[in-house]
């Protein structure tokens, strides 16, 4: 397994986000990880991206334990997109998926016939070689965020986390970025965890959906989530009407999902 959650707690505050909770994602899978506002889904990508804290627990990365793995060697293994809106006025896009080569560069960053060709495959394989000598300033969100995933892809790691990849875009954007995402986990054989508050991308486009349902969680494929009526709940709860059918939603009132 890619990743694997062992009686994992996190907490924020006083307050336990997930109490214990175990899991395991495989290589070659696209996850949707979803829940409602301040359920943890942020801090959950950053406790497995080793990036924030988590209290009891063990969390392995391709069979070996976070704990026991150096930052360098992790920047190997994990690859983690924030939510961001970035803008590098001053580095061309090339420059800035370059930058994924950092772990693998010698010592004074120069890079290597092998890294020039990542590279240039990174931004082949998202649709933005034509984009390579171009600045970000000028780019609109959803380019941006797609040379942000070149960049994350050139890292060259078997897991890619990413932070609500698709808040900024527009709905045509959001479903080319979740394509793209599930291009990268079945041809590149990735292994692709999205945090995401658009669930009609969740349930129609990911191979599994993490649902964090304080302080549990869930992962399942979508239908076996909805069979067993924990999506209708997560929706009841927040006044939305959900129709199990046609996995779409009717709005009742004002939500936080």
């Given at each position: ?196 508050h658009d669930m009609d991308i969740a349930l129609t486009l990911c191979d599994s959906v993490m649902l964090i ?45």
């Amino acid at each position: 397994m890619s990743i694997q959650l062992k009686n994992i707690t996190i907490s924020y505050g006083t307050r336990t986000l997930l109490d214990r909770v175990s899991t395991s994602l495989p290589e070659s899978s696209l996850t949707a990880l979803i829940g409602r506002n301040g359920t943890g889904k942020s801090t959950l990508l950053r406790a497995i991206a080793g990036l924030g804290r988590y209290h009891d627990g063990e969390i392995l990365l391709c069979g070996r334990p976070l704990t026991q793995i150096p930052a360098d060697e992790r920047a190997k293994i994990i690859a983690f997109v924030t939510t961001e809106k970035v803008r590098i006025p001053n580095l061309t896009c090339e420059d800035v998926v370059a930058l994924g080569r950092a772990p693998y560069t010698n010592w004074i960053g120069r890079l290597q016939d092998i890294d020039r060709e990542i590279v240039h495959h990174a931004l082949n394989v998202v649709g933005m070689s034509s984009f390579a000598h171009k600045t970000m300033d000028a780019m609109s969100d959803g380019e941006c965020q797609r040379v942000m995933i070149a960049r994350a892809l050139a890292q060259d790691t078997p897991i890619i986390l990413l932070d609500e990849p698709t808040a900024f875009l527009d709905l045509p954007n959001r479903y080319s970025l979740a394509l793209l995402l599930s291009r990268l986990a079945h041809e590149e054989h990735k292994c692709v965890l999205f945090s995401t508050h658009d669930m009609d991308i969740a349930l129609t486009l990911c191979d599994s959906v993490m649902l964090i349902d304080t302080p549990r969680l869930h992962n399942d494929t979508a239908s076996q989530l909805i069979s067993r009526g924990l999506i209708d709940r997560l929706f009841t709860e927040a006044g939305i009407r959900f129709d199990p059918e046609t996995k779409g939603v009717r709005l009742e009132k004002k939500s936080d999902i």
